[in-house]
């Protein structure tokens, strides 16, 4: 924001965190513990990012291609005894091109979200949220909604408007192939990985290196390579 100055950002993902519906962690062991601690950093992150957007006049929404909320139901707006997932709620309703709830329904925060570290940040964004249908074949996408300085109608037109073939935004499509993680980098992580964890090993008192031929078909590794 500080280098760009856009009027609008637009997130890969949800905007509403969905940790925020498990409620508080105990914390015990080592991974629980660092766990926590990567929770807090990003409380402490989203909380200076909506702070910084809203000093600077900046709307914040998040665009889910597959949701799996179940606010609808939470809130009371559908009922049919259990609980469901918002889209198929609405897979049969809507057409390509509308949107419910219209307009974007406030969130009632401390109704759905147990409590817990990140409760305070859900309430500080008080989020709103719509579902729309971008395409036909397609699940209704959800829209987040945080700080906003336009009407929320507006940046759905905006959405929809500068969709693709797949049904996806344009802006949401370029940042998703620019930073996927193609066939080529999940190798080349997992070969770092396993050479890494081979010198370690091999560093160990009385480890042969036949000791650690169990690791390499899975890449189809031969020892001596």
């Not at 989203?46 to 809130?75: I, N």
């Amino acid at each position: 924001m500080r280098k760009h100055s856009p009027d609008l950002v637009i997130i890969d993902g949800p905007l509403i965190p969905p940790e925020a519906l498990k409620g508080p962690k105990k914390i015990g062991s080592r991974a629980e513990t660092a766990e926590k601690e990567a929770t807090d950093r990003y409380c402490e992150n989203v909380t200076a990012f909506l702070e910084e957007a809203e000093r600077r006049r900046v709307s914040v929404v998040g665009f889910v291609k597959r949701p799996l909320s179940r606010y609808l139901c939470q809130e009371g707006l559908v009922s049919i005894g259990r609980e469901i997932a918002d889209t198929v709620a609405l897979n049969y309703l809507l057409k390509v091109g509308e949107y419910a709830p219209a307009p974007p329904r406030r969130l009632d925060v401390d109704r759905i979200f147990a409590g817990g570290e990140l409760l305070d940040v859900v309430r500080r964004m008080k989020p709103a949220y719509t579902f729309i249908r971008m395409r036909e074949g397609e699940i209704p996408a959800r829209i987040d909604f945080g700080p906003l300085t336009v009407e929320p109608e507006k940046i759905i037109s905006f959405l929809y408007e500068y969709r693709l073939r797949d049904g996806l935004p344009y802006h949401v499509a370029k940042v998703d192939e620019e930073t996927k993680f193609t066939d080529k980098i999940v190798r080349e992580i997992y070969e770092d990985a396993i050479h890494t964890y081979i010198r370690r090993l091999l560093r160990e008192e009385d480890v042969k290196p036949l000791d650690v031929a169990p690791v390499m078909p899975a890449r189809g590794w031969r020892v001596g390579r």
